[in-house]
């Protein structure tokens, strides 16, 4: 196929950004293609199943090792037997004696001291501390004062939030995979609990749970964004690198309708690049995704304006990946992350919110199995020959500059 046959620009099909098991809601590539319901679904069938499987293990391999003591037993002899009464009780005895004598040589007093040094290292600053104390007791005097509206309801939902953040309290050291599933299993809870039993109306459900996440993340958000157990920080400093590296890719390159010569196009461009850049300065999911959504909106409204005509789906993609990387914002993948296991996840199924956080979540995620599939393809479509890495890429993707495969290039290396 030449390149003049290819459509301009970066075409996804819209179906592409749905749940592959077709229910009808937005995927996640964190969810491998699927929604927050459906993976869910698929998680627990996979886990019951590994739970099973463990312990029929578990039970095979208790047979074995009791046949096998019984078959020691019955051979031993009453003088092996003795023997090793003897060399059990030796045993024990030279134990306590080590023990004892540890005892006085315990350097208990000087880990303790180096314990107070590393937790006084990586505490935060007083001003740090007392800054977030005081967003989180307005959040929850505002918390209190809107369940207040609900009398009975209210009073129970508090109670099931007061709970639950004192079980995540203890449940720190578990991985942030489990944390979060705790946090989706307390959403699902409470909604179904407040539909069923409360006979909430869905629209007030959702303004509840809104505020619940907004209550229980600005509480959890120091222990559970971007935590050390996971490579979250080392994925945001290969995004940055990337980006930083690709500072001569123009909007033309990228088939980007956008006019920044317009004043009024260029304040949209400027808007849009600080929504996202602003998106690692707030604490909820919710209002992380409000960021993405603004972000989204003023690229649409560039778009607009520049055309004379509404953007499409084919318009919005390129100009997204543009602002991207016009902005380099600050821990983007941490960011996306941290809204995929604890943003409500009926914001992300769904409605404007989960189609703008899926194109970007999609982008930023792309799998590389499937990048080097799509890079192996475009190389072939790109003049007959394949494309050289090293110093001269730059004035051979100039070449191909305002093409299709030169978007899905950059695509791939964005």
Same mark, same amino acid.
């Given at each position: 196929?030449?390149?003049?046959?290819? !459509?301009?620009? &970066?075409?996804?099909?819209?179906?592409?950004?749905?749940?592959?098991?077709? =229910?009808?809601?937005?995927? #996640?590539?964190?969810?491998?293609?699927? =929604?927050?319901?459906?993976? !869910?679904?698929?998680?627990?069938?996979?886990?019951?199943?590994?739970?099973?499987?463990?312990?029929?293990?578990?039970?095979?391999? @208790?047979?074995?090792?009791?046949?096998?003591?019984?078959?020691?037993?019955?051979?031993?002899?009453?003088?092996?037997?003795?023997?090793?009464?003897?060399? %059990?009780?030796?045993?024990?005895?030279?134990?306590?004696?080590?023990?004892?004598?540890?005892?006085?040589?315990?350097?208990?007093?000087?880990?303790?001291?180096?314990?107070?040094?590393?937790?006084?290292?990586?505490?935060?600053?007083?001003?740090?501390?007392?800054?977030?104390?005081?967003?989180?007791?307005?959040?929850?005097?505002?918390?209190?004062?809107?369940?207040?509206?609900?009398?009975?309801?209210? @009073?129970?939902?508090?109670?099931?939030?007061?709970?639950?953040?004192?079980?995540?309290?203890?449940?720190?050291?578990?991985?942030?995979? %489990?944390?979060?599933?705790?946090?989706?299993?307390?959403?699902?809870?409470?909604?179904?609990?407040?539909?069923?039993?409360?006979?909430?109306?869905?629209?007030?459900?959702?303004?509840?749970?809104?505020?619940?996440?907004?209550?229980?993340?600005?509480?959890?958000?120091?222990?559970?964004?971007?935590?050390?157990?996971?490579?979250?920080?080392?994925?945001?400093?290969?995004?940055?690198?990337?980006?930083?590296?690709?500072?001569?890719?123009?909007?033309?390159?990228?088939?980007?309708?956008?006019?920044?010569? &317009?004043?009024?196009?260029?304040?949209?461009?400027?808007?849009?690049?600080?929504?996202?850049?602003?998106?690692?300065?707030? !604490?909820?999911?919710?209002?992380?995704?409000?960021?993405?959504?603004? =972000?989204?909106?003023?690229?649409? #409204?560039?778009?607009?304006?520049?055309?004379?005509?509404?953007?499409?789906?084919?318009?919005?993609?390129?100009?997204?990946?543009?602002?991207?990387?016009?902005?380099?914002?600050?821990?983007?993948?941490?960011?996306?992350?941290?809204?995929?296991?604890?943003?409500?996840?009926?914001?992300?199924?769904?409605?404007?919110?989960?189609?703008?956080?899926? #194109?970007?979540?999609? #982008?930023?995620?792309?799998?590389?199995?499937?990048?080097?599939?799509?890079?192996?393809?475009?190389?072939?479509?790109?003049?007959?020959?394949?494309?050289?890495?090293?110093?001269?890429? @730059?004035?051979?993707?100039? %070449?191909?500059?305002?093409?299709?495969?030169?978007?899905?290039?950059?695509?791939?290396?964005?």
């Amino acid at each position: 196929m030449s390149l003049k046959s290819e !459509r301009r620009g &970066i075409h996804v099909d819209q179906s592409e950004l749905l749940c592959k098991k077709g =229910c009808g809601y937005y995927g #996640n590539p964190a969810w491998q293609g699927f =929604c927050s319901k459906c993976w !869910r679904e698929e998680y627990h069938k996979a886990r019951q199943k590994q739970i099973q499987e463990d312990w029929e293990l578990a039970e095979r391999l @208790q047979r074995e090792e009791e046949e096998a003591f019984a078959s020691s037993q019955s051979s031993q002899g009453a003088q092996s037997l003795t023997f090793s009464k003897f060399e %059990e009780k030796k045993t024990n005895e030279k134990t306590r004696k080590v023990t004892t004598v540890k005892k006085f040589f315990s350097a208990s007093s000087r880990v303790g001291s180096k314990k107070a040094e590393i937790q006084e290292a990586k505490a935060p600053s007083p001003s740090i501390n007392r800054q977030t104390s005081i967003e989180t007791d307005r959040v929850s005097k505002e918390f209190i004062e809107f369940l207040k509206t609900f009398h009975k309801t209210g @009073q129970e939902i508090y109670k099931q939030t007061k709970m639950f953040l004192e079980t995540m309290h203890y449940k720190r050291d578990l991985s942030i995979e %489990e944390q979060s599933e705790c946090t989706q299993d307390f959403y699902q809870n409470v909604a179904e609990r407040m539909q069923t039993r409360g006979k909430v109306p869905a629209e007030r459900v959702e303004k509840i749970m809104d505020q619940i996440e907004k209550y229980i993340m600005t509480r959890l958000y120091k222990y559970v964004f971007c935590p050390e157990t996971t490579d979250d920080e080392k994925k945001d400093l290969a995004i940055q690198k990337r980006i930083r590296a690709l500072h001569w890719v123009t909007p033309q390159m990228l088939c980007v309708p956008v006019n920044e010569e &317009i004043s009024e196009v260029s304040d949209m461009v400027v808007k849009a690049i600080t929504d996202i850049i602003e998106m690692d300065s707030k !604490r909820v999911p919710r209002d992380k995704l409000a960021c993405i959504t603004k =972000c989204s909106k003023h690229i649409f #409204n560039a778009i607009k304006i520049t055309k004379n005509e509404p953007a499409s789906a084919d318009d919005f993609l390129p100009t997204l990946i543009y602002i991207v990387l016009k902005g380099n914002p600050p821990r983007l993948q941490s960011n996306i992350q941290y809204i995929t296991r604890f943003c409500n996840p009926s914001r992300l199924m769904t409605g404007e919110d989960g189609y703008y956080f899926t #194109n970007l979540a999609s #982008n930023t995620n792309y799998p590389e199995a499937q990048r080097r599939s799509w890079c192996t393809e475009m190389r072939v479509s790109c003049s007959g020959s394949e494309l050289k890495w090293g110093a001269g890429i @730059q004035t051979q993707v100039g %070449e191909l500059q305002g093409s299709y495969s030169f978007c899905v290039f950059y695509f791939l290396l964005w």
